[in-house]
């Protein structure tokens, strides 16, 4: 079964950095498509990073100068580094990405890691 584990999550305080992890099991990432989104409370689910095939890489207008997406294929494992971390950044971020496993392409998600700034 394929999952992904989010890590790194935690809480810090305005203007602080974080690294967030997603790893696969039981399968690896494809080159079509890996994503970072996150959740506030009473708030949608919103995309903050996504990698395309080429390594194509875009960012919501938020977080842009701020955070960045990235892959390690040895390590089979998608990484957003979030930088100068803001209170409006707090919410639950979560992995998406569609992972080869059992001779397939499936669309993944991750269970969410918390991030929580203060002001």
């Known amino acids: 079964q394929v999952q992904l584990v989010e890590s790194g999550g935690g809480l810090v305080q305005a203007g602080e950095s974080l690294r967030l992890s997603c790893a696969a099991s039981?399968?690896?990432?494809?080159?079509?498509?890996m994503g970072w989104y996150r959740q506030a409370p009473g708030k949608q689910r919103e995309l903050v990073a996504k990698?395309?095939?080429?390594?194509?890489?875009n960012y919501a207008d938020f977080v842009k100068g701020r955070f960045t997406i990235s892959r390690d294929n040895a390590k089979n494992a998608v990484y957003l580094q979030m930088s100068s971390l803001k209170p409006e950044d707090t919410a639950v971020y979560y992995c998406?990405?569609?992972?080869?496993?059992?001779?397939?392409?499936?669309?993944?998600w991750g269970q969410g890691t918390q991030v929580t700034v203060s002001s």
């Open positions: 990698m395309t095939s080429g390594r194509t890489t």
């Open positions: 998406n990405a569609v992972v080869l496993g059992g001779g397939r392409l499936s669309n993944v």
């Open positions: 039981g399968g690896t990432f494809s080159d079509n498509y």
